[in-house]
């Protein structure tokens, strides 16, 4: 086994996403069946090679330090499931 | 036991951009609630970040002067994780590839000098404010702040006192003031503070379990906040206990640190390279722009003006450790061509009236002209010290020039000796018994004579004059 | 001829001699809508009071005699591009509801050149699917027979262009998302160079190798599109500040002299008889017009699906964090405190398969697994893209099938995600290495199913592919059916 469920578990946790019970095995049986195939990577001598985070060798891409007026706070608010005043509100955290 | 302590601090400073570090939102303090925001800082879907180049300018320019190598190659990285205060899920900083690393700040410790390493300076998006309902189960958020550029400044674990450290900050803080980059501002929190903290027997080489220290908004509380660690520390240890490695929260009003255990669940912050955005490379050429750009240090200002003014090097400390009194200072001995004098001034009579009002030396109503042109007349002899200690004071409350002052309140000194002669010659004509005392061999009544000289005058004769008629005058 | 069969360039004549009227032509497209959308399902969303609104307004400019390169043009629009005032879900329950107020730079370049939107068509739940199944709106299903997916994830895009539904589409393809439901639906999709078409606006699903590009009826139409969507955007860091030719130039130019590649590691067991004969056919098209075709070895190209399945979930379970209940989109009621709003809202928001990658995403990047994975992924597809540069010192492009099979059915592959991800087997590699692709029907299988011929270029050289493309199109005269629906 690559994954064990519990291992599923702590991932979905992380990922903030509830899973079932039922999910948990057939998340834990795929992501295993997944992993296993690309386990096939490690045939492959990769030491010393420059990983590639980019498709192409753009740098520098910079913007100057100039205002352009932002939407303001209706705008901001408009897509807000639970909008109270100027405020996006949110449940709780609890410690 | 002896202990040793061990104290490492990582700094966070705002820079002083216009806009935020991936949007062109403005970074203004305070505002509306979520009106500083737009679909970039907002996170909202398919919208892309785009790096605004005054914030590597600035982190390049903090980088020179706390003498770190600028990488020629930095990346930025997502650290993933949730929270209400951070929109997009993660937080854009750097993680593998920093702008800048292995710097050092020099200290001054008992009389010696002392490097307090730098580990690394990286830029980084600030997250929003999350205000917690008192009453109900809710949380209220603000984004205004998020995406305002921030960059990190970690120390090496050099500082061995919790007073190295509140120094080392303080040296921080002139620095990025200095620069022009950062408004300094703790309470607003463009400069914030976290501290590791450990202790270990003196002689141990191995570094005992840190702490970290959080939520500390002052010079002070750093260095409270760590004094009280220290002990608390050396208490669990001499009884038997062991310190755990957390994170606690500094708590103002009870003087305390305490555990936020919670918050501790374990951090897996998946850094990447984020894919949204490019490689900075930073040429030779263009460090040498910033190098030559960079204003002159306080460290470097205080041995000139020692060197160049000859003035002590308290002084010097006191008048460099802010850059517009450094300024006004240096424009009132342009001015003067006193420096000690000046320097006397600036740091009495001024920094007193400044203090009394909280004010700094920027909001000070006296001009640099009219303090200069004040030190000129005190050095003419037109007017007497005393008559300038009125004088600063009320260029202080009103703003006014010495010279419309003086005029206004007659303060001229009389230095006509014709018009003195006068007056002394009827003083003794009206006193001859004194005056016989006096010639008699009491020098005492001498003091008399004076205080008569000044009634007579108001208080306006030049007092050395006076002195010296009388003497003549009186010896007959 | 009805006019919503047309192509952009036929159409443009007849707006230009004044033979229809753009209205006429968003008449004709809504009036094929309300005929098969109800069979196909290429929209989420129509837009018929805006299209209207639109072509009239093109009709007053086109009676001034201002007409741009696509006034009158009914476009649509997969749903994964944010438009201002108008829902933009991404295919998923989680942004049903979500209403951006920017539009994607692509939507200001098409508005700007005088299109008309139909609407926003369906695809797979943030792109994540090769079926457009995974849709939370429901299926699209293929034209050519409608037992069958139209591949995806921008399968409506595909279909609305297959099923004249609209003139051309916008699509997004991050791992074959254009090509493969192109060569499955029978039309010209057009995957472009990373960075050559602007990414803002378009819902990241991973975002180093999506990229946005046409579904037109034939390679002129494609390069019209092109012509309008590609360049430099300043709001993008990884868009490329080069000059951008006129790509209707490269239309009807011989390729005679030109070296073809033909990749050995994309010719092997497991490919449908049916597709190999119809590559093999078009090898043979492309040597009658003078191309020379090349052996070359593309080594590194069975790891290419691993390193897709690590580096596209990774990013993804970043860029999907931010669908978190707070700002916009779906929050799941009666939650009390934080984490289960969090928790639920994400449990009831994403589909199964967006769960899946982001899990398999998250775990490739935590604590321990990063090197062994993600770091491990990225190395490799360095090599990949090495494969390619050392390819094109060979040849001036390469030649492929598009996909291994021609459409299969619905539901066929829900229960087994390798097997689905296999079906991109020809198609990602073009996205690791950043080059641009396009697929071109060249075919029907026995039962009528469409087939397409890919072809690679390096990066930049779409011009090359229009060239291509439209020289095969010319000379293999293949037969122009149209789905009976």
């Not at chain 2, 260029?395 to 003086?406: E, L």
């Not at chain 3, 360095?382 to 040849?395: G, R, S």
Request: proline letters at 5%.
């Amino acid at each position: 086994m690559k994954i064990s469920t519990r291992e599923v578990e702590y991932v979905a946790h992380l990922a903030r996403l509830e899973i079932t019970e039922g999910e948990k095995e057939k998340f834990t049986s795929q992501l295993n069946d997944i992993l296993l195939y690309i386990d096939k990577l490690n045939e492959l001598e990769t030491q010393g090679v420059e990983p590639m985070s980019h498709a192409i060798g753009v740098t520098n891409a910079f913007r100057e330090d100039k205002v352009i007026d932002s939407i303001g706070t209706e705008q901001s608010l408009i897509n807000a499931p639970d909008a109270r005043g100027e405020f996006f509100r949110v449940p709780k955290v609890i410690d | 036991m002896d202990f040793e302590t061990v104290i490492g601090l990582e700094v966070h400073a705002q820079m002083l951009t216009d806009t935020k570090i991936f949007c062109s939102c403005s970074t203004k303090f305070g505002g509306t609630p979520n009106s500083h925001t737009c679909p970039v800082c907002l996170g909202m879907p398919g919208v892309l970040p785009v790096l605004n180049k005054k914030v590597v300018e600035y982190a390049m320019k903090m980088a020179l002067a706390t003498n770190c190598e600028i990488n020629k190659s930095c990346e930025f990285a997502r650290k993933n994780y949730f929270y209400p205060d951070l929109p997009k899920g993660y937080q854009i900083s750097q993680y593998a590839y920093p702008i800048a690393e292995h710097g050092y700040v020099l200290l001054d410790v008992n009389g010696e000098q002392k490097k307090i390493g730098i580990t690394r300076i990286h830029m980084e998006e600030d997250a929003g404010k999350l205000i917690h309902d008192e009453h109900n189960p809710v949380s209220y958020v603000d984004l205004n702040r998020t995406g305002v550029p921030l960059i990190e400044i970690v120390s090496e674990p050099d500082m061995r006192s919790p007073e190295e450290a509140a120094d080392y900050l303080k040296r921080l803080h002139e620095i990025l003031v200095y620069l022009e980059i950062c408004d300094g501002n703790m309470e607003e929190g463009s400069f914030r503070c976290d501290a590791n903290v450990s202790i270990r027997p003196r002689g141990q080489k191995e570094f005992g379990t840190r702490t970290e220290l959080k939520n500390m908004n002052s010079f002070r509380n750093v260095q409270r906040a760590l004094e009280y660690e220290i002990k608390r520390q050396q208490y669990l240890v001499e009884n038997g206990g062991t310190v755990v490695q957390e994170t606690r929260l500094w708590d103002d009003a009870q003087g305390a640190t305490n555990s936020m255990r919670s918050k501790e669940e374990a951090h897996d912050y998946r850094y990447f390279p984020d894919p949204d955005l490019v490689p900075i490379l930073v040429d030779d050429a263009w460090v040498e722009k910033i190098k030559a750009d960079l204003p002159e240090l306080p460290l470097a200002k205080r041995e000139r003006f020692v060197n160049e003014y000859q003035i002590p090097a308290y002084d010097a400390g006191v008048l460099t450790a802010d850059k517009t009194l450094a300024l006004y200072y240096e424009e009132v001995v342009k001015l003067c061509g006193k420096p000690k004098v000046a320097s006397n001034w600036l740091m009495g009579d001024v920094m007193r009236f400044l203090n009394e009002d909280k004010r700094s030396i920027r909001e000070c109503p006296i001009k640099t002209e009219s303090l200069a042109e004040m030190i000129k007349l005190i050095d003419e002899g037109a007017i007497s010290g005393k008559m300038a200690k009125e004088v600063v004071e009320d260029m202080y409350k009103t703003g006014k020039s010495p010279q419309d002052i003086i005029k206004e309140k007659g303060l001229v000194q009389i230095t006509d000796e014709g018009e003195l002669i006068k007056t002394i010659t009827s003083i003794i004509e009206a006193n001859q018994a004194q005056a016989a005392e006096y010639r008699s061999g009491k020098e005492k009544v001498f003091g008399f004579f004076v205080g008569q000289v000044m009634k007579a005058t108001k208080g306006k004769a030049n007092p050395q004059l006076v002195n010296e008629l009388l003497k003549k005058m009186l010896a007959g | 001829m009805e006019f919503n069969q047309s192509t952009i360039h036929e159409l443009q004549e007849k707006i230009k001699n004044g033979s229809v009227t753009a209205s006429q032509i968003t008449e004709s497209v809504f009036s094929r809508i309300d005929a098969v959308e109800e069979r196909v399902h290429s929209y989420i969303r129509l837009m018929k009071e805006n299209a209207l609104a639109a072509a009239k307004k093109a009709d007053e400019d086109i009676k001034k005699g201002d007409i741009k390169p696509l006034t009158g043009i009914p476009i649509a629009l997969k749903d994964i591009l944010c438009t201002k005032g108008i829902t933009t879900t991404c295919g998923s329950h989680i942004l049903h509801n979500f209403v951006p107020p920017y539009n994607a730079t692509v939507v200001e370049k098409l508005t700007a050149a005088g299109a008309v939107f139909v609407g926003k068509a369906n695809m797979d739940e943030f792109a994540m699917g090769s079926s457009t199944e995974t849709s939370w709106f429901g299926p699209t299903r293929n034209p050519w027979d409608l037992e069958r997916i139209p591949g995806g994830s921008s399968g409506g895009s595909a279909t609305a262009v297959a099923a004249d539904e609209c003139i051309a589409s916008i699509g997004s393809d991050t791992g074959g998302s254009i090509r493969q439901p192109a060569a499955l639906c029978g039309v010209v999709g057009l995957k472009p160079t990373y960075g050559r078409v602007s990414r803002f606006g378009l819902i990241a699903f991973a975002s180093s190798l999506d990229q946005i590009g046409p579904f037109t009826k034939d390679v002129e139409d494609c390069a019209i599109m092109m012509n309008v969507l590609a360049g430099y955007d300043p709001k993008e860091s990884t868009s490329v500040n080069a000059e951008v030719p006129d790509y209707r130039q490269f239309v009807g130019r011989d390729i005679k002299g030109w070296k073809i590649g033909i990749p050995k590691e994309y010719f092997i067991e497991g490919i449908d008889p049916e597709i190999t004969a119809a590559i093999q056919q078009a090898i043979k098209v492309i040597e009658l017009c003078g191309g020379v075709c090349v052996d070359i070895s593309l080594p590194h190209t069975q790891y290419c699906v691993a390193v897709y399945y690590i580096i596209a979930p990774a990013e993804a379970s970043s860029n999907l964090a931010r669908y978190d209940g707070v700002r916009y989109g779906f929050r799941a009621a009666d939650v009390r405190e934080l984490l289960e709003m969090y928790k639920e809202s994400r449990r009831q928001g994403f589909g199964a398969e967006v769960k899946r990658r982001i899990m398999i995403g998250t775990y490739a990047l935590s604590a321990g697994y990063y090197d062994a994975y993600y770091k491990k992924a990225s190395q490799v597809r360095a090599l990949i893209k090495k494969d390619f540069d050392e390819a094109f010192k060979k040849c001036d492009v390469i030649l492929t099938p598009t996909t291994p099979t021609p459409a299969f059915k619905i539901g066929e592959k829900t229960d087994d995600p390798l097997q689905m991800y296999l079906s991109d087997v020809f198609t990602i590699s073009t996205n690791l290495a950043g080059i641009p692709g396009i697929s071109v029907p060249c075919g029907y299988s026995t039962s009528g199913l469409p087939i397409g011929v890919q072809f690679l270029a390096s990066h930049f050289e779409e011009g090359k592919l229009i060239q291509i493309a439209s020289a095969y199109e010319k000379n293999a005269k293949i037969e122009k059916r149209r789905p009976a629906l």
